[in-house]
């Protein structure tokens, strides 16, 4: 069965910084297009960034200049750096791989065939 692992959320200041990661078995993540999504209380869930198996990086953009996704293949990860936080970022953040997902402005849920149950990140003073 593949899971997909979120971990890396917690509770930080506005300003600070996180890094999320989003750790596999059973899949491999180089062969996806993984997308980190969000959702806040009463909100649809919306993309926040993605990678695709060639490498190619799209970011929202409300969070460009301020996070990055990056996958490490030896470790079947993916993380998502994000700094410069504000408490319109939280959320809970959900990682979620696709099989020739696009990955750009047209990141969607549809698109995705795996998820995981998400970390939630709070950014508040």
């Known amino acids: 069965q593949v899971q997909l692992v979120e971990s890396g959320g917690g509770l930080v200041q506005p300003g600070g910084s996180l890094r999320l990661s989003c750790a596999a078995s059973?899949?491999?993540?180089?062969?996806?297009?993984i997308g980190w999504f969000r959702q806040a209380p009463g909100k649809e869930r919306e993309g926040v960034s993605c990678?695709?198996?060639?490498?190619?990086?799209y970011y929202a953009d409300s969070v460009k200049g301020r996070f990055t996704i990056s996958r490490d293949n030896a470790k079947n990860t993916v993380y998502l750096q994000m700094n410069s936080l504000r408490p319109e970022d939280t959320a809970v953040y959900y990682c979620?791989?696709?099989?020739?997902?696009?990955?750009?402005?047209?990141?969607?849920?549809?698109?995705?065939?795996?998820w995981g149950k998400g970390t939630l990140v709070t950014v508040s003073s």
């Open positions: 979620a791989a696709g099989w020739g997902a696009p990955c750009g402005s047209n990141l969607g849920p549809k698109n995705m065939n795996y």
């Open positions: 059973r899949v491999t993540l180089n062969d996806y297009t």
């Open positions: 990678i695709n198996s060639a490498g190619n990086r």
